[in-house]
Nanobody, 114 residues
Framework: QLQLVQSGGGLVQFGGSLTLSCAASGFSVTTYPMSWYRQTPWKERELVAFISGSGDRTNFPGSMKGRLTISRDGAKNTVYLQMASLKPEDTAVYYC???????WGEGTQVTIYS
């Protein structure tokens, strides 16, 4: 059964760092592209990070560019989103997503306080 299970959200102080995890089952994250999105009550869900299936191409559209790293661990079949220099405006629910299968993780809340 195809599933994405997220972990790693929480409350972080301004300027801090956080790593989100997305454990996949039913397919290999080192074969297919993966994405991370975020959403607030005031905006549509927006793409923040993308990694290609081969892993040789990444993209970070939006305001978090330069503060994000997306990576994969084939042995754990998990995708990670490392976030640094976090700001209060980064507060959102973050979702992982498999474009190939059109499946979302359950989302994880990230809250940045100053």
């Amino acid at each position: 059964q195809l599933q994405l299970v997220q972990s790693g959200g929480g409350l972080v102080q301004f300027g801090g760092s956080l790593t989100l995890s997305c454990a996949a089952s039913g397919f290999s994250v080192t074969t297919y592209p993966m994405s991370w999105y975020r959403q607030t009550p005031w905006k549509e869900r927006e793409l923040v990070a993308f990694i290609s299936g081969s892993g040789d191409r990444t993209n970070f559209p939006g305001s978090m560019k330069g503060r994000l790293t997306i990576s994969r661990d084939g042995a754990k079949n998990t995708v990670y989103l490392q976030m640094a220099s976090l700001k209060p405006e980064d507060t959102a629910v973050y979702y992982c997503y498999t474009p190939t299968y059109g499946r979302w993780g359950e989302g994880t809340q990230v809250t940045i306080y100053s």
